[in-house]
């Protein structure tokens, strides 16, 4: 099963890992995607929640195959998770609900590390840029009208949090560009270990209680797949910043990856994933294998203070002003590590970061590569990581000229 991956904490963006593969493209192929834009603006900043460390962009939804069309700002853009998600509460369009394989309303349980969404999967062209993604499966959050209010009970339990607002979600919506063709994949398609993302709903007080079986071409999908080029990947470029932030920091999202001029790998080094979306960080002397490269994620999470590599550090976890601990690392002063990456295929890279004391950050500033807390286990490379640098996220069975997806590149 997969799991999104999203930390935030005002709350960060991550669905559940581990289905394995999930199905084809409905276009297949990466396609030259000619002189058509494929490049839009985002920018970290405040957002609408006073949020650090959260990249938006803004995503446009139509009716399909009509003019009857809504921009939506403050998309939070996530690449540890698949799919578009919007909440009911900033969309006006009058969408069509999508029935599930037996012919009842068809609901979506978007299973985030720290949290889920709950809504109907509904049908929208999806534009960006120059591109069209026509009849994309998307999630619309919270929606009430549909007459299903109510998680199904497997998909309650699968987190404390249901993230059905803006406070909780930290923007407008998710903008999912993982590198997977849709939020489950096979693992939903079949009978057996079903992880439950789906539930079919013949009336208001009834959603499951199984999970439903559903096809890969009705899940919630990435919509860069559905692009007619510049469809095998996304390209993520932020400016670095000082050790104290920035009030707001503007960088650029491009569709494709080597299928236009600006879009080209380069230099970069292909890391090859697992079929969980994940690769293996060496730290301290120590693999961690489930690491992952993760835009939604509010910063840089890594182990805990217990760990023999961060013992001695001075590092420790910060508290509020209840003495509680807030997920965030604090240190006397600032630390710097390093750690290896290392993807399936053996390639391998050195990343040198530092871990800041959080409180002491300045509370004008949004956009840090130094904020870090505590993730058990493994490493969540999030924003951060990206500033700086030129990231690259291939979706999953898609061409590109560093061989398919799905793989990060750096």
């Given at each position: ?167 909780t979600l930290g923007g407008n919506g998710i903008l999912g560009v993982g ?178 004391d959080a409180n002491s950050l300045p509370v004008s500033n949004t956009a ?43």
């Open positions: 099963m997969r799991k999104f991956f999203f930390f935030a904490l005002f709350g960060s963006l991550a669905l559940a890992t581990g289905c394995g593969g999930g199905g084809s493209s409905n276009n297949g192929g990466s396609g030259g995607g000619g002189a058509v834009a494929n490049s839009v603006p985002i920018v970290v900043n405040a957002g609408l929640v006073n949020s650090a460390d959260t990249a938006f962009a803004s995503v446009t939804v139509c009716v399909p195959g009509t003019s009857n069309c809504q921009t939506i700002d403050n998309m939070v853009i996530d690449t540890g998770s698949t799919g578009l998600r919007i909440l009911k509460s900033s969309l006006t369009l009058p969408l069509t609900q999508a029935k599930g394989p037996t012919g009842n309303p068809l609901l979506n349980c978007g299973q985030f590390v720290s949290f889920f969404t709950w809504g109907p999967v509904m049908t929208a062209d999806v534009k960006m840029a120059g591109e069209v993604a026509s009849s994309v499966p998307i999630q619309v959050i919270g929606d009430a009208d549909t007459g299903f209010p109510n998680p199904a009970p497997a998909c309650k339990a699968s987190s404390t949090t249901e993230a059905n607002t803006v406070s590198p997977f063709l849709q939020d489950c994949g096979s693992g939903c398609a079949g009978p057996t270990s079903n992880p439950g993302f789906y539930y079919e709903c013949p009336s208001p007080s009834v959603c499951g209680p199984t999970a439903a079986n559903v096809p890969t071409n009705q899940q919630v999908a990435n919509p860069i797949s559905f692009f007619a080029g510049d469809n095998n990947g996304v390209v993520i470029q932020l400016p670095q910043v000082p050790a104290a932030g920035a009030p707001s920091v503007n960088g650029t999202m491009i569709f494709g990856i080597g299928t236009q001029s600006n879009n080209g790998l380069g230099n970069a080094t292909v890391f090859t994933l697992l079929s969980d979306g994940t690769f293996s960080t060496l730290f301290a002397g120590q693999s961690y294998p489930g690491s992952f490269i993760d835009s939604g994620s509010n910063g840089i999470f890594f182990l805990t203070t217990n760990d023999p590599g961060i013992k001695g550090t001075g590092i420790f976890n910060c508290t509020d002003s209840q003495g509680n601990p807030n997920g965030f690392y604090c240190t006397p002063q600032t630390v710097n590590l390093s750690a290896t990456n290392e993807g399936t295929n053996g390639h391998t890279n050195i990343v040198n970061f530092s871990v800041a840090f590569n130094d904020l870090t807390g505590s993730n058990p286990g493994s490493f969540d490379w999030g924003l951060g990581f990206f500033f700086g640098r030129t990231v690259f996220t291939a979706i999953e069975g898609q061409s590109t000229p560093g061989g398919p997806g799905p793989f990060f590149a750096y």
